[in-house]
């Protein structure tokens, strides 16, 4: 089970009190079909962060990052550069805020038994 936090230093503060040494970031890109655009998804980007509290409950914060449809190349679709740099500026604001916390960071988020993620990468 999981606790949402509604904001990153509500996140760190649990974390902190509870003494977790370790926090887990990544970039979620999640994509949706759109019908306007002949197929072409629209990706939607988010800061995820989790951290485990104990055996079965883990604390998980979100920041939306922005939405846009896909870029088509040669190569299949891809995240757009705006979007792709928007997301890696705010991973790095991340990362340094949960640093100056204390703790340590490592890539990856916890997930409920089941979940799926896409193939993009930010």
């Given at each position: 089970?999981?606790?949402?936090?509604?904001?990153?230093?509500?996140?760190?503060?649990?974390?902190?009190?509870?003494?977790?040494?370790?926090?887990?970031?990544?970039?979620?890109?999640?994509?949706?079909?759109?019908?306007?655009?002949?197929?072409?998804?629209?990706?939607?980007?988010?800061?995820?962060?989790?951290?485990?509290?104990?055996?079965?409950?883990?604390?998980?914060?979100?920041?939306?990052?922005?939405?846009?449809?896909?870029?088509?190349?040669?190569?299949g679709?891809?995240?757009?550069?705006?979007?792709?740099?928007?997301?890696?500026e705010?991973?790095?604001?991340?990362?340094?805020?949960?640093?100056?916390?204390?703790?340590?960071?490592?890539?990856?988020?916890?997930?409920?038994?089941?979940?799926?993620?896409?193939?993009?990468?930010?």
């Open positions: 089970m999981k606790v949402l936090h509604d904001t990153l230093d509500a996140l760190l503060a649990d974390v902190t009190d509870l003494k977790v040494p370790v926090v887990r970031v990544c970039t979620l890109v999640q994509s949706a079909p759109t019908s306007p655009v002949a197929g072409v998804p629209q990706l939607t980007v988010r800061i995820v962060v989790t951290a485990m509290l104990d055996e079965r409950l883990w604390a998980e914060w979100r920041w939306w990052v922005g939405r846009s449809l896909a870029d088509v190349g040669e190569r679709l891809r995240l757009p550069e705006t979007l792709g740099r928007r997301a890696q705010r991973l790095a604001e991340v990362r340094s805020r949960i640093a100056a916390a204390g703790l340590r960071v490592r890539e990856g988020m916890l997930a409920e038994d089941g979940t799926s993620m896409d193939a993009f990468r930010a």
